[in-house]
């Protein structure tokens, strides 16, 4: 019996985010809370994993986003803006870095004050320290 392709790339995703929480330590309440969120679908702590298929991961590595946004003044609000409204697809600074073009919005699966939370942990990661 065939399945879906949806189906498999459900399970796909939902291995590759069970992985992506194991290697951060899935004890962590942080990751327990991005992965009821469904954050761990498309996002990982460390940065050089790869996603379905051996393709680029779909959002950037947590810590290349801690590295990136690092003494920005606004970076806690703005991510957690872009968390709780989306991406723009066409202004998308990961282009060629990740495989996915934007981020949904996603006030459907986290309230605000658990995305500044996530947001608020994500920025203090450091990039050269394993999690």
Not at 13 to 29: E, R, W
Not at 67 to 85: P, W
Request: hydrophobic residues 40%; positive net charge; contains cysteine.
């Amino acid at each position: 019996m065939t399945r879906p392709i949806p189906f498999m790339l459900a399970l796909a995703l939902a291995a590759a985010a069970a992985t992506g929480a194991q290697a951060a330590g899935a004890d962590d309440p942080n990751i327990k809370l991005a992965t009821s969120s469904g954050c761990m679908t498309c996002h990982q702590v460390e940065p050089g994993g790869k996603g379905p298929d051996g393709l680029a991961p779909i959002g950037p590595a947590w810590k290349d986003v801690s590295a990136k946004y690092k003494g920005q003044k606004g970076a806690a609000d703005q991510l957690t803006h872009t968390v709780m409204t989306g991406s723009n697809p066409y202004d998308s600074h990961w282009k060629g870095k990740v495989s996915g073009l934007a981020m949904p919005p996603n006030a459907v699966a986290i309230k605000e004050a658990e995305a500044k939370q996530l947001v608020k942990w994500i920025l203090s990661l450091d990039s050269a320290q394993k999690s």
